[in-house]
């Protein structure tokens, strides 16, 4: 080992020291919410499934506003943050609602089509904007994913007013929608950038957690 790569060595911190970090805590804690809802989405139970999914969202918002009210985190810090929600993000808006609706549709071919497209549109929505970050003064070239999540609980309120044959065809169309508008040269606004956003999500998240707590008595 040369001396260059023997310092270079001894100044990188080790891989767990990031853990302590109190905003990538908020992010673990979300990726735990959201097996959760990939477990529950499995088993078919839905409504759990729901809950899971927007307290994702809810603690990958709340990760930003920690980090940005914290001081003295290092520039290893902030872009080990964002590495680490990046690839949460794939996790919880992309293989989540794949999942979802290949259970619903009882895993029947025609829903790997809806799927993959799904899926497909977040892995290229990442990809773009860790290549281009925002466009202009904080707004998003296509629809964020963290929406996904956000669109699709309110949507599945009304599982059990349609019966499942239509309902089955609205959360298809809901997905698809999404991904195209993922992938769309829409600009949107980073909602989860203003703090006022972020409370506003908490009400709504406590909200639709007692809702889908109550049908699963």
């Known amino acids: 080992m040369t001396t260059g790569n023997a310092e270079l060595h001894t100044r990188q911190p080790s891989i767990l020291s990031f ?3 109190l905003p990538n805590l908020c992010s673990l804690a979300g990726l735990a919410c959201t097996i959760l809802a990939i477990y529950f989405s499995i088993l078919g139970v839905f409504y759990a499934a729901m809950i899971g999914m927007i307290w994702a969202v809810a603690f990958d918002w709340a990760d930003g506003l ?6 003295g985190r290092s520039g290893n810090d902030r872009v080990f943050g964002g590495q680490l929600d990046l ?3 794939i996790v919880s808006y992309g293989v989540t609602p794949a999942v979802l609706l290949l259970s619903f549709g009882d895993f029947a071919p025609i829903f790997l089509v ?6 497909a549109a977040s892995a290229i929505r ?9 466009s202009g003064a904080a707004k998003y070239t296509g629809l964020a994913l963290d929406n996904n999540s956000i669109v ?3 949507i599945f309120l009304f599982e059990s007013i349609l019966s499942q044959e239509i309902f089955t065809v609205v959360l298809y169309v809901s997905g698809v929608t999404l991904a ?5 040269q829409i600009k949107t606004p980073k909602l989860s950038g203003n703090p006022v956003n972020v409370y506003l999500l908490a009400i709504y998240t406590l909200a639709i957690s007692g809702i889908y707590g109550w ?3």
């Open 180 to 184: 195209v508008l993922n992938v769309s």
């Open 152 to 154: 699709l609980v309110f």
């Open 126 to 134: 990442l990809s773009y904007f860790s290549t281009f970050g925002l």
């Open 66 to 71: 920690v980090a940005r009210r914290m001081k």
């Open 215 to 217: 049908k699963l008595l």
């Open 19 to 21: 853990v302590k970090d």
């Open 114 to 119: 809806g799927a993959f497209i799904m899926l």
């Open 87 to 89: 690839l949460i993000d």
